[in-house]
């Protein structure tokens, strides 16, 4: 299978983004370890969508996702989260576990979400600790404050 890869800007810095023929296969946070890549010219419609994300006119992608070596109750949990968590809304790591079939499996979601390989796209951002609050965030150093951010710009801002 053949990947492109490229370098996005975004408002939190510059992302690496990995699409293979399957689809949107990594996107790497400023801050996190970055891939190896080779540089390669930026699939428009993929970037597209992440521009317009990042500019606030879009609420959710349209884009084939390659989570070809996740597999297990990790990819449903994934899965899970973008059919069923949408713009605005958030949600518990255990409301998340019970809604993908396993609720005392709140830990279990928790890893998945640190090791979401498709930040933005798949809205890990969205996934709060118990009682609404705000829990952790890839990203490097400023990781809370990166998705304190993100989910104001979703409208939520309750969070503790």
């Not at 899970?80 to 790591?93: C, D, F, H, R």
Request: hydrophobic fraction near 40%; aromatic fraction near 6%.
């Amino acid at each position: 299978m053949s990947e492109r890869a490229w370098r996005q800007p975004s408002p939190y810095g510059e992302l690496t983004v990995v699409l293979t023929d399957a689809g949107v296969h990594e996107i790497s946070l400023p801050g996190d370890e970055q891939p190896e890549i080779t540089v390669t010219e930026a699939d428009r419609a993929v970037a597209r969508q992440l521009d317009d994300w990042f500019a606030g006119r879009r609420h959710e992608f349209d884009l084939p996702l390659d989570l070809s070596e996740i597999d297990g109750f990790r990819r449903a949990v994934l899965e899970t989260l973008v059919q069923e968590v949408p713009w605005g809304e958030v949600v518990s790591y255990g409301e998340l576990a019970a809604i993908a079939g396993r609720p005392r499996a709140a830990r279990a979601v928790g890893s998945a979400m640190r090791n979401n390989p498709i930040p933005f796209v798949i809205p890990c951002h969205r996934v709060v600790a118990a009682g609404h609050r705000i829990g952790g965030y890839g990203g490097g150093r400023n990781a809370v404050a990166l998705k304190r951010e993100l989910l104001a710009r979703e409208g939520v801002s309750t969070l503790r």
